[in-house]
């Protein structure tokens, strides 16, 4: 009865666990890595045919991604999920498999035109997508189910994704019975559309998500559609967009719904027929599946409005772009509106094309509303960086730069805290993962110091024996290999070496030029020289 320790320990990506037990392999998520990629994940303990089931605590891509991976090699076995999660994974998993080709096809024909004859594959296909969907069975929340001999589990809602929950896992062997949960992502209290996160009061071991494990969201519940009406009101008095990057799938629906909302209550002045755009196929399917799941997942103010004959997530002037050919037109329209358009952290899709579009105008806005991991562009933006790049052409960020502060589908702190503290009893060990290397030891540190829980933050590769309740074996932190950047700073130093020469060869040539092109090519010459001149 063994815990290996895969993925998304000490980081918030890439999230994936490995239960041995009752002669059985299964895994728990099997995600993708996002954003900057610090420490190595661990092999998998066991060959892919050898899993026999996966469980997933939700849909989103750090925690699924990988899965038609493992089907492409040779897994046979059956995932396990909510009838929400299973309906979410059929779009989201296509959506991937799709970017992983469109990738692949775009790299090898850069490779051609460098004159190197090589195909670039997918990490998978369309057709492995499909196959794992397919393997994909849908339970109930609040529900027990035996998986095999020794082992049942339930799926209790947790409020972070339409569907997502936290799993409980009892295992049995030589007569002895041990109960192991895995928290999932735990959702945010007062979200507009799903429920507040359900607790769960019994277990000997817990794997525990730390993303915000070091910081609170805010002590009031802030007030989601005054902050937006405003921010949307004053970017359109400047006749500018308001430019959403969102997650397709959660993010946007909630979007939507503060949206009708400020509609309905006519709160943007002289602009009241404005239009929304939500540009991405994707969001446009998840919808559908929001409103499919309402009476499993949404929260009682959400019921309400449904119960008014009201549809939360659907007003006037929405508009929902499939196409490309769609997608390009927005930004040939004039009229200030608000576009959301995925992903959410900026390092893929349509939104990319948008920003290109806004980024550089004075009068749009940029607004943030959710996460935003180290090393993607959404976070240097955040962060305040002048310049980015788009498509190989250098773009300046004079667009205003705004987050809706606490807007997240995570508990912060304090509502991980509830969470863990529910137990009546406390765990015999609480393991710590997914979030960052800091954070991780810090909520770590705080819930032993300061609540009197044994916890413990594991690396990748780390295995526990639940029976014995020791460590069998601690694997120490294995950083992703990195190229020098001394290196990197002495080539790109070099090649700004070699433009100064070849602008003094062009000021040469064009001596006895006309005064008016000399003048101008002065003054260009000089505007550089002030911008990098600090």
Avoid at 493 to 521: M, P, S, T
Wanted: hydrophobic share 35%.
């Amino acid at each position: 009865m063994r815990l290996h320790f895969i993925g998304a320990d000490h980081e918030v990506t890439g999230s994936c666990h490995c239960i041995e037990a009752c002669g059985k392999w299964i895994l728990v998520d099997y995600g993708m890595e996002q954003g900057i990629n610090v420490y190595e994940n661990a092999e998998l303990p066991c060959a892919e045919c050898d899993i026999d089931y996966v469980f997933l605590t939700h849909a989103h891509i750090d925690h699924t991604g990988l899965l038609p991976l493992l089907y492409s090699k040779g897994f046979k076995g059956k995932v396990i999920a909510t009838e929400a999660t299973r309906d979410l994974c059929s779009i989201m998993l296509r959506d991937c498999a799709h970017i992983q080709m469109q990738e692949a096809e775009w790299k090898s024909r850069k490779a051609k035109r460098g004159a190197k004859d090589f195909d670039v594959k997918p990490l998978y296909t369309m057709e492995d997508a499909e196959g794992i969907i397919r393997k994909i069975l849908p339970f109930a929340y609040n529900a027990e189910y035996d998986l095999c001999e020794g082992i049942s589990f339930r799926f209790t809602d947790v409020g972070h994704l339409l569907g997502s929950s936290s799993i409980e896992i009892w295992i049995t062997e030589m007569g002895i019975t041990k109960k192991i949960v895995f928290s999932g992502d735990l959702g945010n209290v007062n979200d507009p559309i799903l429920k507040d996160p359900t607790y769960t009061d019994e277990a000997d071991y817990v794997v525990m998500e730390s993303t915000y494990g070091d910081r609170y969201h805010s002590k009031d519940q802030p007030d989601y559609v005054k902050e937006l009406a405003n921010i949307i009101q004053t970017t359109f008095d400047r006749g500018g967009n308001v430019v959403i990057p969102s997650f397709a799938v959660g993010r946007t629906q909630e979007m939507l719904y503060f949206l009708r909302q400020i509609k309905t209550e006519k709160r943007i002045q002289g602009h009241d027929d404005f239009k929304v755009f939500v540009d991405s196929p994707l969001a446009v399917e998840a919808t559908e599946v929001f409103q499919k799941n309402i009476y499993n997942c949404f929260s009682d103010q959400a019921m309400e409005l449904v119960r008014q004959g009201i549809n939360p997530l659907v007003f006037p002037g929405l508009n929902l772009t499939i196409t490309s050919d769609e997608s390009k037109e927005i930004n040939f329209d004039s009229e200030p509106k608000v576009i959301i358009s995925a992903s959410g952290m900026c390092e893929a899709g349509r939104i990319r094309h948008h920003l290109k579009h806004n980024l550089w105008r004075e009068e749009c806005t940029i607004l943030f509303v959710g996460y935003q991991a180290n090393g993607t562009l959404g976070r240097m933006l955040v962060d305040g960086v002048e310049e980015v790049k788009l498509f190989g052409e250098p773009i300046e960020v004079n667009a205003h730069i705004e987050v809706l502060a606490g807007m997240s589908g995570h508990a912060d702190k304090g509502g991980l805290i509830d969470w863990v503290s529910a137990f009546k009893r406390k765990p015999n060990k609480v393991f710590l993962v997914h979030g960052e290397d800091s954070v991780c030891n810090m909520f770590a540190d705080c819930l032993r110091d300061e609540y009197g829980f044994d916890t413990y933050a594991p690396f990748s590769g780390t295995i526990y024996d639940l029976m014995a309740d020791e460590i069998e074996y601690e694997a120490y932190p294995k950083p992703v290999e990195k190229k020098d950047p001394s290196k990197r700073v002495t080539e790109v130093f070099a090649r700004l070496l070699a433009a100064g020469n070849r602008l003094l060869q062009v000021i040469e040539r064009n001596q006895g030029g006309a005064n008016k092109d000399l003048a101008k090519f002065a003054d260009q010459i000089n505007s550089l020289c002030d911008k990098w001149d600090r």
